[in-house]
C-alpha cells in the first residue's frame, strides 16, 4: 500500500490481509497486543477508508484476536483520530 501526502507517495506499507476491501487482517506473533499494534492497525484503516480490521494473535498459547474498528465523524466538530473500541 502506498502512503500518500498530498498527492505524493512517501512511503510504502504492506498489510498482511485484505478481505474482501472490508476487513483488514493483521497477523503478529507477540506475547500480548500493545498499543502500538493498535496505533498500526489503525492507521492501515484510516489510509484504506476501510472500518473493520482484526489483530491476530499467533504466539499465546491461546489464540488471541484483538477487533479494531475506525469510526468515521458524523460532524467537522466531532472529527479526531480514530481510537480502538474499549472492552475489547
Do not use: C, Q, W
Not at 15 to 30: C, N, R, S
Request: charged residues 35%.
Amino acid at each position: 500500500m502506498n502512503v500518500r501526502y498530498r498527492g505524493i507517495t512517501v512511503d510504502r506499507h504492506r498489510i498482511d490481509l485484505i478481505v474482501d476491501g472490508k476487513v483488514i487482517v493483521e497477523k503478529k506473533a507477540v506475547r500480548e497486543i500493545d498499543d502500538a499494534h493498535l496505533a498500526t492497525a489503525l492507521a492501515y484503516l484510516k489510509a484504506t477508508s476501510i472500518e473493520a480490521g482484526l489483530i491476530i494473535n499467533f504466539s499465546a498459547a491461546k489464540l488471541r484476536v484483538r477487533r479494531v474498528v475506525r469510526s468515521l465523524p458524523e460532524t467537522a466538530e466531532d472529527a479526531e483520530e480514530p481510537r480502538a473500541p474499549k472492552g475489547l
